[in-house]
């Protein structure tokens, strides 16, 4: 198990600035998710690592070697595509086996790596077919499988399951999982589907405009987010984002929205509240309920627009002009207009500045 790590890292494609100074520790044997939306610079600083891409400056290190010149051979890594990228006219046991075939390894010893690796994935019964003859999920494993005969130090993976439908990229997600378990290997993961990342990751690293926005794991990411750009980034429906005021009576911190007061008597503060300047509330539609909870708050607000699932009642409601939605059990009595007591958990909020965005 190796520990990836690129220092300073900048790419620029002409004048175009792609990454912007990359820090980042990828821990040997963990689960480093790479998260943005696209464009974002996930997949170049994927192939930094990889080699397939010179660095404008900078450093990348796997183990304790500088690799940052050497070849993407030469590297120790894996590297899984979206596209699968298999030889068409090869079979699966020859798309799995070739890289060792180039390294001439001796042929009982491929037959045997396949077979282990694919019954590992569960392929095993389709060695003899080729690509054309295999459906989506079965040509990704052949493509993982590909990577794992190898045995490298790293696995790289750019959005191996974004060309499954819905259903399968749910299980081969937990396959990927499962697998990562199994491995012990070191894996950086690309992706844009925070699901994905919150999954799997036990690190996630969310970039927007080649810039680290946090890195944390899944539960540091969801519930304490950097600025309102990872807030907004992860959790579905989106966090919502009131504005007010910061207010201190009685040695109480609070925010005052409209006429409301929200209390701040949970809040830790990472630097120290200034009176009056104007924030951000951070709360997250399924910390809005109908039970009460310990920690809460309670108010009777009238309901805007709703939508049922089947299983929850997505609400939207009017909090002095600003929309608030809640995510609500399925069989809520419920009809526009009417208010609804609502119990909001303090104890799950976050402020941010209004102007900067950052947490506060
Ligand atoms: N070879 C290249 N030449 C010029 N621009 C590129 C090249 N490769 C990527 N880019 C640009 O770099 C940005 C980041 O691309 P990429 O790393 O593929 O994003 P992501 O994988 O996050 O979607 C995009 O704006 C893309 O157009
Ligand atoms: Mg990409």
């Not at 300073?8 to 004048?15: A, D, P, S, V």
């Not at 290190?61 to 890594?77: E, F, N, Y």
């Not at 690190?203 to 969801?222: A, T």
Request: glycine share 6%; net charge negative.
């Amino acid at each position: 198990m190796y520990a990836v790590e690129v220092n300073q890292l900048n790419k620029t494609f002409g004048k175009t600035v792609i990454l912007n100074d990359i820090d980042l520790e990828m821990e040997a044997g963990g689960f480093t998710v790479l998260l943005g939306s696209s464009g974002c610079g996930k997949s170049t600083l994927l192939r930094l690592i990889a080699g397939l891409e010179d660095v404008s400056s900078g450093q990348v290190k796997i183990g304790a070697k500088d690799v940052t010149l050497a070849d993407p051979k030469d590297r120790d890594i894996a590297m899984v595509f979206q596209s699968y990228a298999l030889f068409p006219h090869m079979t699966v046991a020859e798309n799995i086996g070739f890289g060792m075939r180039i390294n001439h390894r001796p042929k009982t010893e491929i037959q045997s790596r396949v077979k282990d690796v694919t019954e590992m994935l569960q392929i095993d019964h389709l060695l003899d077919r080729t690509p054309s003859q295999l459906s989506g999920g079965q040509r990704q494993r052949v493509a993982i499988g590909r990577a794992l005969v190898r045995e490298p130090k790293v696995f790289l993976f750019d959005e191996p399951l974004s060309n499954l439908d819905a259903k399968l990229r749910a299980e081969m997600r937990l396959e990927l999982k499962k697998l990562h378990e199994k491995l012990n290997a070191t894996i950086v993961y690309v992706t844009h589907d925070q699901i994905e990342a919150m999954t799997l990751a036990t690190r996630i690293v969310l970039l927007d405009k080649g810039v680290i926005q946090q890195i944390g794991n899944p539960y540091e990411i969801y519930n304490t987010p950097a600025n309102c750009f990872v807030a907004r980034f992860v959790g579905s429906p989106q966090i919502n984002l009131l504005q007010g005021n910061l207010v201190c009576q009685q040695d109480q911190w609070g925010i005052e929205i409209g006429k409301t007061i929200i209390s701040l008597a949970h809040y830790e503060f990472s630097a120290a509240p200034k009176e009056g300047r104007q924030v951000l509330l951070g709360i997250r539609p399924e910390h809005i309920t109908q039970s009460p909870l310990s920690s809460d708050m309670t108010m009777d607000l009238p309901v805007n627009a709703f939508e049922m699932t089947g299983s929850e009642t997505l609400a939207e409601f009017d909090l002095h002009g600003q929309p608030l939605r809640a995510k609500l059990e399925a069989n809520v009595e419920i009809a526009n207009g009417l208010a609804l007591p609502l119990h909001l958990n303090l104890s799950r909020i976050s402020v941010f500045c209004a102007e900067s965005e950052q947490r506060l």
